[in-house]
């Protein structure tokens, strides 16, 4: 959560997150010039790193796949938020 958390209000506008045994949830909300991809890469790649030191692990943690989804108005935001919690 961390990962997720270090980069709120600076280049995302973190809404909900929540981890699970074997994957996590997000709602974010992208700053300018940010990208998607640089940030999965981001949180990816620094919860990664922490997991395997944390635990002595070797290789990949995350998939390479994002299951990502736009929440393009208000009537999909809550039902998302409210999945997330």
Known sequence: MAAVRYWDRQRIDLDAAVVMPDH????????????????????????GSEINRL?????????????????????EWEPKIEYVR
């Open 55 to 75: 635990t002595a692990h070797r290789g990949a943690i995350w998939m390479d796949e994002s299951f990502d989804h736009i929440v393009r108005n208000e009537d």
């Open 24 to 47: 996590a949830h997000m709602i974010f909300r992208m700053r300018s010039g940010a990208s998607l991809s640089g940030e999965m890469h981001g949180i990816k790649g620094f919860s």
